[in-house]
C-alpha cells in the first residue's frame, strides 16, 4: 500500500476518534439514565473525560510518522557521532 494511503486512514483514524467516543458514551450513558442507574450530569462528566482523552489518543496517532522519522534522524545522528575524522586536528603541516 502506498504511504500516502497509509497517511490518509490514519488521519482519518485520528480525526474519528472523536466522533466514535461520542457514540458510545451517549449510546451506553442513554442505557444507564433509562435503567436509573446513573443520572445525566453524571454521564455527560464521564463524556467530558472520555473527550479529551481521545483528543490526546487521536493526536498521538497522527504524531507516528513523526516518531518514525524522527527515529531516523537520531540513529543518523549517532552514526556521525561514531564516525572517525579523516581530518587530524593536531596535525600542524600547514
Known amino acids: 500500500m502506498c504511504h ?4 490518509g486512514i ?16 451517549f449510546s451506553y450513558g442513554n442505557k444507564l439514565v433509562k435503567d436509573g442507574d446513573m443520572k445525566f450530569d453524571e454521564v455527560i462528566r464521564i463524556l467530558i473525560a472520555i473527550t479529551f482523552a481521545t483528543i490526546t489518543i ?18 543518523r545522528i549517532l552514526q556521525l557521532d561514531q564516525r572517525q575524522s579523516e581530518i587530524n586536528p593536531h596535525d600542524e603541516s600547514e
Open 4 to 7: 500516502l494511503h497509509l497517511m
Open 58 to 75: 487521536g493526536r498521538a496517532i497522527a504524531m507516528i510518522p513523526d516518531y518514525s522519522k524522527a527515529q531516523q534522524a537520531a540513529l
Open 10 to 25: 490514519g488521519t482519518g483514524v485520528a480525526n474519528s476518534t472523536i466522533y466514535f467516543a461520542y457514540m458510545a458514551t
